[in-house]
């Protein structure tokens, strides 16, 4: 057996060399933390590109350590193939091993802290163009607003689509779809689909018919002339999700665990469904909270496997939480005007309006989940906290890796 141990005496390493895994001290002295070999060699990246440069399945299956050289911050291993590893204390404490507790019974619902808007009591959250567009500091306020409000107003934007493109592209690239990219459009069924219209919209949730919806939407009104209307709604799904959880879990467990298919086939030219069924509701395969909600009753298709019993399991559940989002204390009412952009996350806000007259000229686009999550998590922790706890898969929320 090795022992070695640091300037604050802590015992780093005391293993038999020939028959166990790596170890490593932990922070509180408690347990020792044990990696496989061959994970231990081969789960280590090139320095600038970030990947994974060791040939995996070339690594013997029975390969083993041959000398251990504990330091200050590192432990240097030596293999019984002649070539070495160094590894710091923090890697491999952020890397242990866990077991996931997955306890059986209770909720399948469960949310992530979030706050709930409720208008008359709080404050719209409201970033200025200006200062986004000077610094990074007020991105993430912004970006901050967005993941725990589930919306933000961006006051002062020039009425212009250029500047309105470019505060979109602080967070990142836009989305093209098949409206293309970056829109600039009027009610007048260019693409045929309800937005392009002036009737009333429910609220409802963008791209279901995609196998990856849009995180983020911002809307720009420009111009509305010669008429009135087109009020903007927004309705917080993650808490009307929750109410129904409390209300009728049954029912939140059918929108959990049905799925439906989706398509966007107005234009002759289109018919867009996603790789897969989805449900209303979405857990997250690790964290076991909802993260994502798909709520378009304009864009859902006909269901085909599915038996009566189970029909009016999931219609009743559906009718309990259409009528949950159609709560007075639950809708969200703004009037846009130019100048002022509205962005919201697409996983979580249900959006609409009402009937308008007139002509409305609008402006906006679509940012994909990943890239809006990769600012959002640089920007609060930092790029040396994001890579250091990559495939982590605790709930802390020191961990970068929680904010999904």
């Not at 009425?159 to 098949?178: C, K, M, Q």
Request: glycine letters at 6%; aromatic letters at 14%; a neutral charge.
């Amino acid at each position: 057996a090795s022992r070695g141990y640091n300037q604050s005496g802590r015992c780093l390493t005391e293993m038999n060399l020939n028959l166990l895994p790596l170890l490593v001290p932990t922070a509180k002295m408690k347990k020792v933390n044990l990696f496989d070999y061959a994970w231990a060699l081969q789960d280590a990246g090139a320095l600038y590109t970030k990947q994974r440069i060791s040939d995996t399945f070339s690594i013997p299956r029975k390969v083993a350590i041959t000398e251990l050289a504990p330091r200050e911050n590192t432990v240097k291993v030596t293999w019984s193939d002649r070539h070495s590893s160094l590894y710091s204390y923090s890697w491999l404490g952020v890397h242990t091993h866990k077991k996931i507790n997955r306890r059986p019974g209770g909720s399948p619902l469960r949310l992530r802290p979030f706050r709930f808007f409720k208008q008359g009591r709080d404050e719209l959250p409201t970033v200025s163009y200006e200062e986004v567009m000077d610094g990074d500091f007020a991105v993430l306020e912004w970006l901050e607003n967005i993941y725990q409000w589930g919306f933000c107003f961006v006051k002062g934007v020039p009425v212009d689509p250029h500047a309105t493109e470019e505060l979109l592209e602080r967070i990142s690239f836009i989305r093209n779809t098949h409206y293309g990219g970056f829109w600039d459009f009027t009610s007048d069924l260019t693409f045929k689909d309800t937005a392009y219209t002036s009737e009333f919209l429910g609220a409802h949730t963008d791209n279901t018919y995609f196998t990856d919806p849009a995180r983020l939407q911002l809307f720009h009104l420009l111009s509305h002339t010669d008429g009135d209307g087109g009020t903007n709604l927004l309705v917080d799904g993650f808490q009307a999700a929750s109410i129904l959880n409390e209300e009728n879990p049954g029912a939140a467990k059918a929108l959990l665990s049905v799925k439906h298919p989706f398509h966007a086939s107005g234009n002759d030219d289109v018919c867009i469904q996603p790789a897969d069924h989805f449900p209303v509701f979405r857990n997250h395969g690790y964290l076991r909270e909802l993260y994502q909600i798909r709520w378009n009753n304009y864009d859902r298709a006909p269901k085909r496997d599915w038996w009566v019993d189970e029909q009016q399991r999931w219609y009743d559940a559906a009718r309990h939480f259409d009528q949950i989002i159609r709560r007075p204390e639950m809708e969200v009412w703004t009037q846009l005007q130019p100048g002022t952009a509205l962005i919201f996350d697409n996983w979580r806000m249900l959006h609409g309006r009402s009937q308008f007259t007139g002509k409305r000229r609008m402006c906006g686009g679509y940012i994909n989940n990943d890239d809006f999550i990769s600012r959002y998590r640089l920007l609060k922790f930092g790029r040396e906290a994001v890579l250091r706890h990559i495939g982590d898969t605790t709930r802390h929320f020191t961990n970068p890796s929680r904010f999904i």
